[in-house]
């Protein structure tokens, strides 16, 4: 067991390919949470709009990427545009799916969040001289943010999770480069080291989410 899943000298070995990997992680985290957040957040503040030509196509919108499972559509971009003469490589073709993708259900947290905060505090907030976009942006959405911050945090965990996916389409990723290790050392143990690390930079985060989970609770008795 030691040797086929512990392998020190193994470790030594694959941790150079290994750290590559988990660099491009972070930088591919970097990359997608934002964007899932952006999109997110025009996607909320276009659900403010309740005229139907705006409602219906974006409730179609978010409706589709949030049923569309995220590595179909990674792999449908990567495999497809070039049919169409668009070929992207895989780190951006990751940012879109993304962003497509997770954007929908942040998009549905912020919309949650906004929908939380009393319509009076919108009144009030206009009634002083501020403007819609001025008060959305001063008044209702440092609140919504508060709401809904355990989701947030929440999604942006299985957003991190689902950078793996990347390596179906060869991104460098931590994933990607742990099974390279193994293809050359013919032992799963940079497999391991992978979901060793994985599990190290997404653990203070869970244990966040609980106490913020706890406290939104306990707020509500």
Known sequence: MIEAFFNIEIMKAAW?????????????????VPLGLLGGLILALLAS?????VRWPLMAWVDFFRAFPPLVLLVLLFAGLPFAGLELGGFACVAIAFFLNTGSYYGEIFRAGIDSVPAGQVEAARSTGLGRMQAMR??????????????????????????????VVAVPELLYEARQ?????????????????????????????????????????
Do not use: C
Request: glycine residues 2%.
């Open 138 to 167: 001063y008044v209702v959405l440092p609140q919504a943010v508060r709401n809904v911050m355990p989701d947030l945090l929440s999604n942006t965990l299985e957003v991190v999770k689902l950078t793996s996916l990347g390596s």
């Open 49 to 53: 709009i309740k005229h139907p030509l």
């Open 16 to 32: 150079p390919i290994v750290l590559t990997g988990l660099w491009n992680t972070i930088l591919l985290s970097l990359i997608v």
């Open 181 to 221: 290790a193994q293809s050359i050392t013919y032992n799963p143990t940079p497999i391991v080291m992978a979901a060793v690390i994985y599990f190290l930079l997404l653990w203070p985060l869970v244990r966040l989410l609980s106490r913020l989970e706890n406290r939104a609770l306990a707020s509500r008795r």
